[in-house]
């Protein structure tokens, strides 16, 4: 990821965030570059802050001096999650002439304003509700920190730098953004039925899949998984159920997979078949109480009584 020159020293994002050669982590979330072709730009007023011309989208092909590697960022539910415009820090003389806007893309929609900053000020009219009071500009590295994050906020984002040269504004540099979200699930738990175990978890994002561990005989299979979203919150429970048959003893495992991890239950212990009381043939049931024997073997000298 090469940062857009502005006639000054070329960003190093390792000096802001620690990364590795392909991961960068910091307290704002997770992010790393993958490979994207020419995007798309919707023409703006630059007097009057980002509008549509004539009413229409304005689709151009952006070449690879004005248009980034799209980043991809993972933050996680009531977080915060920087948004970095790649390109290199202007001066403090080029910060007082230039635009930048933050945009969130969406299909069939008009692009919503996350952040607008113009002639050396934030331009908060121009902003879409859902984001006020919850984005800070970083001038030192050019990037946009977003708070309060939740599953809303999942989605592709886009910066427009605007430098002012010769009177007048250049083709705008453009970093495309993609971001994640996750929040973590509830350690999963078993729970026991008659003839069946359920495994359950609550509270996670994006919605989970289960797995069932065995052993000894280790083997996992995945779980039919059935899924509620909360329409408030958009976080998902999801649950799970096993019969518990013949070949079940042992120990179990249930896990929870959702975004990059897994969250395991505690192992639960299923005792062999003939020793398993959700597996009685409960006709049978009540042969196991002495009374039952002990009428059985009176009509029984009785009908022999009787036959002789």
């Known amino acids: 990821m090469k940062g857009k020159s502005f006639g000054v020293s070329r960003r190093e994002w390792e000096t802001e965030i620690r990364t590795d050669e392909q991961w960068g982590d910091s307290q704002f979330g997770r992010w790393a570059p993958s490979s994207c072709g020419p995007g798309t730009l919707w023409g703006m007023e630059l007097s009057q802050g980002p509008v549509l011309l004539n009413g229409l989208f304005v689709l151009c092909t952006?070449?690879?001096?004005?248009m980034s590697d799209q980043l991809s960022i993972s933050a996680q539910v009531g977080s915060s999650v920087i948004l970095p415009c790649d390109v290199s820090p202007p001066s403090d003389l080029q910060w007082k002439t230039l635009r930048l806007f933050v945009q969130r893309q969406s299909h069939g929609e008009r692009e919503a304003v996350v952040f607008s900053f113009s002639e050396n000020e934030e331009q908060r009219g121009y902003q879409s509700p859902r984001y006020r009071n919850r984005t800070h500009l970083f001038r030192h590295n050019v990037s946009l920190s977003l708070s309060h994050i939740d599953p809303w906020d999942e989605g592709q984002y886009v910066c427009h730098v605007f430098l002012k040269v010769n009177g007048g504004h250049q083709a705008p540099l453009t970093t495309k953004l993609s971001l994640s979200v996750w929040a973590g699930f509830s350690k999963p738990l078993i729970l026991r039925r008659e003839q069946e175990a359920v495994c359950i978890s609550v509270g996670g994002y994006p919605k989970g899949?289960?797995?069932?561990?065995?052993?000894?005989?280790?083997?996992t299979e995945w779980a039919n998984t059935s899924g509620e979203e909360n329409p408030e919150t958009r976080l998902y429970n999801v649950s799970a159920q096993i019969p518990?048959?013949?070949?079940?003893?042992g120990r179990m495992t249930c896990c929870v997979h959702y975004a990059e991890w897994q969250f395991c239950s505690d192992p639960m212990d299923v005792p062999p078949n003939r020793e398993h009381p959700f597996h009685h043939n409960r006709a049978l049931l009540w042969m196991d109480t002495p009374w039952t024997w002990y009428l059985t073997l009176s009509l029984g000298l009785a009908a022999s009584h009787w036959l002789s």
């Open 62 to 66: 952006v070449l690879s001096a004005g």
């Open 209 to 219: 899949r289960l797995s069932w561990t065995f052993s000894p005989h280790v083997h």
């Open 244 to 249: 518990l048959n013949t070949s079940t003893s």
